[in-house]
């Protein structure tokens, strides 16, 4: 469903993503998992088009999108939960949501969508008057993940949903995100540097680091792979805190 | 009512409009201006020229309205690539070469102004009573009011609000930022034009000193008195401020220690304004 081919993406003279290609198959969790600075974030941005991938295609069902805008990729159907969550602080829980369908016309529809958007979460039910700032971590992280459902993407691109947060509340978003794909069918790509999270929920992953991918697979065989065990899954250091 | 608290009035109709002008750049979009001032002095000039020429009010508001929001796209297209505090020093730009302008043209009478502009006309009778101009003020008023209100609720004033609080996040949700900005400041400068073209008609004479820094800097101050933001805010912030130097007139020599004072005061005390809820350090300098 989603192909990315040779991206290369440079910030100024920093080349960041060094010839990444990977695909996402309709109904999957592809986890991307790799160190800070790895690129993995710079790869969601440029299939969204937040940034411009300088070579390399991007291919969303039957079309390319490499150098699409922002909007109209959106409005394609894939949708960018950012980085740090990224809401719109000084607004309420609900105008969040609004402007999350801010791409879509069927006004009737996104009524319906916020009803089901607060049975989903209710949280944001129940704070729906406040300011999102005023929320929680873990609350603010559910917010912007159905604030960017709200555009109704057939894919969803997932950056680093456990940063900052309570292991708890860590398993409760995992929780959410699993339930999407098994009852919506909604395809998601993740991007975590929480990689045992990652690999407990995915069905594939790419492992990038330096802007490279250097492995790919099903989830199994990753974990049971030594370097991923040694790199990203703290063996010898397992034992102590489990 | 006196002929005196009827000037009053019309100053505070015609100022509230300006500042309701400059809340939709400011306050809605989160564009900071140091030159709002020149949108006021082109509408002014524009529509005393034009009616100078022989053409009708109508013709001569509706045209200082336009060709003010023309010269605001002007504006924002090339100054709208910068944001925050750069963009104040742009705008701040703006209104001096404006200003300027108008010192220097012949057909705008240099320095000395525009003498004669003949009174507001309506279905060709020439408006001259205090009463009747306070009434067509008060209609301008009104209906900028409840378009203001509107605005801010539409799917405008959404993308605007989404701009204010967080231009980068706009982005992720769809929402054109450029083009989002440029309107915001485009309809700011068409309020404003019809604003200046009230003014002009009403004092029949015009110079480029009305329309300088101070005016700028006075018409911002309205709105963050008011609150950034707040309709009623920009509302009663015009009137505080048109009002209060003439409350402070017997205290002339002291005027603007009292005046200064209170800005100050207010800035210490309670920086969101009297209704808003935006302190203006959340516009200006925004982390980046």
Redesign the interface.
Known sequence: MLQVRNLHTYYGHIHAVKGVSLHVNPGEIVALIGGNGAGKSTILRAI?G?VHASSGEIVWGESEITHLS??RI??RGIG?V?EGR??????SVR?NL???A??RKDRDKVKKDLTAMEALFPILGQRRRQLSGTLSGGEQQMLAIA??LM?RPKLLLLDEPSMGLAPIMVSQIYEKIKELNRIEGLSILLVEQNARMALGLAQRGYVVETGRMVMEGQTPELKASNEIQRAYLGKGYREVWE | MSVYILHVLIMVAIFAVLALSLNISVGFAGLVSLGHAAFFGIGAYTSGLIMIKGLSFPVAFGSAGIITALLGLALALPALRVKDDYLAIVTLGFGIIVSITFMNLEITGGPDGLVGIPPVTLWGNPLYSKPGFLLLCGVVLGFMIASMYTLKNSKIGRAWAAIRDNDVTASFMGINIYGYKTLAIVVSAFWAGLAGSLYAHYTAYINPHTFGLHTSIMILSMVVLGGIGSIPGALLGAALLTVLPEVLRPLADYQDIIYGGLLVAMMVFRPQGIMGRFKITEIFGRAR
């Open positions: 969204s937040i922002s909007e959106l409005k960018h950012p990224r809401l719109f602080r000084g607004l105008d609004v402007l999350g801010y791409s604030r960017t555009a």
